[in-house]
């Protein structure tokens, strides 16, 4: 009886139209993309992840696509004391990025924002590790939500 109910919650699904974001033969089009190396500070973490979640090698050889990144970075202080010390900081990442075909031909763009935050301690740099692990966070949140950006175009292509 618990398999007949089971199977009668399952069965409208079947005509939803629902198909898994990576299904096969997505991968070799994530790998085949070159990511470009980014300058800014957060931008080798951003990279890094990126080739990770991709399965990309790092490498321009045998590469059909590229990904330009652009990345803009600020921090706002937005807790205070009653001296006027600020204890918490808000850091902002905002990416754009643009894949392109090997002949330069624009196939897909977008951006990302990331939010972290981190508190400021009396130690220098327990404040200084709290905002590089914050913006690490940011870098790989974003990543992956630029993987997911990218694998759903290709899905719309197939």
Do not use: H, W
Request: charged letters at 20%; hydrophobic letters at 35%.
């Amino acid at each position: 009886m618990k398999r007949l109910a089971a199977l009668a919650l399952f069965l409208p699904l079947s005509a939803c139209g629902f198909q898994p974001m990576y299904g096969p033969g997505l991968s070799p089009q994530l790998a085949s993309i070159y990511v470009e190396p980014v300058s800014e500070r957060d931008g080798y973490e951003l990279r890094n992840t990126l080739i990770d979640l991709l399965g990309s090698n790092g490498r321009l050889a045998g590469k059909r696509y590229r990904l330009t990144i652009t990345l803009r970075e600020s921090n706002q202080g937005v807790a205070l004391r009653n001296d006027s010390a600020i204890t918490r900081y808000n850091d902002t990442l905002a990416v754009n990025f643009t894949l392109t075909d090997i002949n330069g031909k624009t196939l897909t763009d977008g951006s990302q924002t990331g939010l972290t935050a981190y508190n400021v301690t009396s130690s220098p740099y327990a404040t200084m590790a709290a905002q590089q692990d914050a913006d690490k966070r940011a870098a790989q949140d974003i990543a992956e939500r630029i993987r997911l950006d990218l694998a759903a175009y290709f899905r719309q292509r197939r």
